[in-house]
């Protein structure tokens, strides 16, 4: 996925081998050992023949090699933690890097004070750019419904898929749904809209991947239904949408820390994605039905977020480097 993303916006990619050494067994711990020595030699290869004046990391033990290979070429590294709490590859980097960037200043508890800057998260240029009136216009959804927007990422979230196909009758008599279910889930969400009535396949918006058009499906939406990955504290405080945040229960605790913070700010509610089904159709009704607790929760969420985070981490890179011509 990387590759295609990379690639479309035509900048140079070079792939190198990583893999996971902690939550792993042993024999799989030596493969990735090996994985990450061809990789460091790839990467010590790379650095030496691009000679950067900074290397930008972020999290994932792809950039373990990379940060060792900088380190060991004596290149500035700015490192940016995108969730609030670093995982073992990124603590590994941290240590590693000359400065980290964080999402929000609640990474204090994990990062050095001497190497962190608050930043914020970057948002792609797209958000915030249409109103809510010209983005339904857009999906040609009417301005006076309300609208859910439920989505899981790039691959989706098989939970919260199953949750809403299974409760889209109660869902589709308060909000048009506009759902975005990743590749995998698919066929599954076609045959869910196969089995309405006319007039309720007019209110159920099904892609299997948005990408330009995501900033416009966020813009129009009142609610959103998702994960609480690191772009729910970056994108959804960028727009201040309000949020049912279901944290991904086997990604270490990552998620769950962030939706946490979001949730004590006032900015979403969490649910527990053992209790999803049980619990999603209640909690959507329960929110839509109070416009003045999803305003409470719109104006805490606004109040989150940075509208600058690219600009700022740019500089923080170019400070690194010395400001080169």
Known sequence: ??????????????????????????????????????GTAKALQIVGRFKPDVVLLTGGFVGVPVSWA????????????PDIEPGMAL?????????????????AQFIPPSKMVVTGYPVREGFG??????????????????????????????SINTAVTQQLDALLKRAVVVHVTGANDWEAAQAARARLTAEQQARYLAFNYLHEEMAAAMAAADLAICRSGASALG?????????VLVPYPYAWRFQKVNAAYLVEHGAAVMIEDATLERELAGTVTSLLSDPARLQALHAASL????????QHIAHAMLKLAGEPK
């Open 91 to 107: 603590k590994v980097m941290a240590k590693l890097a000359n400065q980290v960037a964080t999402t929000t200043e609640a990474s």
């Open 235 to 243: 994108e959804l405080t960028y727009l201040g949408l309000p949020a």
């Open 1 to 38: 996925m990387e590759r295609e993303l990379v690639c479309r916006e035509g900048i140079p990619f070079e792939s190198i081998e990583a893999g996971a050494m902690n939550g792993v067994g042993g024999f799989r711990q030596l493969k990735a050992a090996a994985r990450l020595t061809r």
């Open 70 to 81: 900088a380190w060991a070429r004596r290149v500035p590294t700015l490192v940016y933690l």
């Open 303 to 310: 109040k989150l977020g940075r509208r600058d985070g690219a």
């Open 129 to 158: 750019q249409l109103s809510k009136m010209q983005a339904r216009e857009r999906l040609g959804i009417p301005a006076d419904e309300a609208v859910v927007l439920v989505f899981g990422g790039s691959k989706g979230a098989r």
